[in-house]
């Protein structure tokens, strides 16, 4: 079962429901192996993976580090550093804040800008302030295009698909976040190296979330939920669709689509 985070496991507030934390612990009764991913950094979920025993692969910046539980890194994806050149310029034309994560820090240019104390509570992590992000261009693991302007982020993530096609991931992690990864650390992405590392099917996998960023995991995995709080556009993309993340959606879906599996499977091999 691989779940994104926030909008979809935790709540608005970033927190696990009682009922969630008892998701999973029935997942992990049922022999269902659980795991997230997410466009934080791993730094930044290591409070979840304490908190709901998490004890295997963990995906950051949406695939482009994969951690163990400890966060030692198994594999890392920076973006080319020509195309974290042209993703900047693309994301300075339409007036959005750039913020570039490496696979250990976070830069920002200006530490009281929009959505910046915001994200350190939720990372657990403070930005470090750079106004030359020249540097840091072969170290970005992710780029991210941040405006309360969601038209204009819209804009932007329907630019930089087209400009970067096949050189980059684009795609909105929340309605005022833009994320920019490696081609390859995608959320469809995630579901093949799980695959490929824990020796299982694609199909064997469930995924659930929220944002269109999570339509490629959608597409990969065998099994998947939209959360209730998801566009339509998203909702339309999965198998099911549950309640919305205030509403114990995660809980909710694990419950009724995911467990419920289980049983099917055991009742025919009996």
């Not at 804040?97 to 830069?107: H, L, R, S, V």
């Not at 106004?131 to 780029?143: Q, T």
């Not at 976040?177 to 996998?205: C, M, Q, W």
Request: proline letters at 4%; a negative charge; aromatic letters at 8%.
């Amino acid at each position: 079962m691989l779940s994104d985070v926030d909008g979809a496991l935790v709540t608005d507030d970033k927190l696990v429901t009682p009922r969630a934390r008892a998701a999973v612990a029935e997942l992990r009764a049922a022999h269902i192996g659980f795991t997230i991913t997410s466009g934080r950094p791993p730094r930044g979920m290591k409070m979840l993976i304490d908190d709901l025993e998490i004890d295997t692969i963990v995906a950051g910046f949406n695939g482009g580090v994969f951690v163990k539980p400890d966060l030692t890194v198994i594999q890392a994806r920076f973006i080319p550093r020509e195309v974290a050149a042209l993703a900047l310029e693309i994301i300075g034309q339409h007036e959005l804040a750039a913020w570039i994560y490496t696979d250990t820090e976070w830069f920002v240019p200006d530490p009281n800008g929009a959505h910046v104390a915001r994200e350190a509570f939720t990372i657990n992590l403070q930005a470090k302030v750079s106004r030359d992000f020249g540097s840091l261009l072969g170290r970005a693991a992710k780029i991210v295009g941040v405006s309360d302007d969601l038209q204009a982020v819209a804009q932007c993530e329907a630019v930089l698909q087209s400009e970067l096609r096949g050189e980059a991931s684009a795609a909105r992690s929340q309605s005022y976040y833009l994320d920019v990864t490696h081609p390859e650390a995608n959320k469809g992405g995630v579901v093949e190296f799980l695959s490929r590392y824990l020796n299982i099917s694609p199909t064997e996998i469930a995924t659930i979330g929220d944002m269109p960023n999570d339509v490629l995991m959608f597409e990969k995995s065998g099994l998947s939920i939209a959360m209730g709080n998801a566009s339509p556009q998203v909702q339309a993309q999965a198998n099911f669709v549950t309640s919305s993340n205030e509403e114990d959606g995660f809980a909710n879906a694990m419950e009724k689509f995911v467990l419920p599996t289980v049983t099917s499977a055991s009742n025919y091999s009996n």
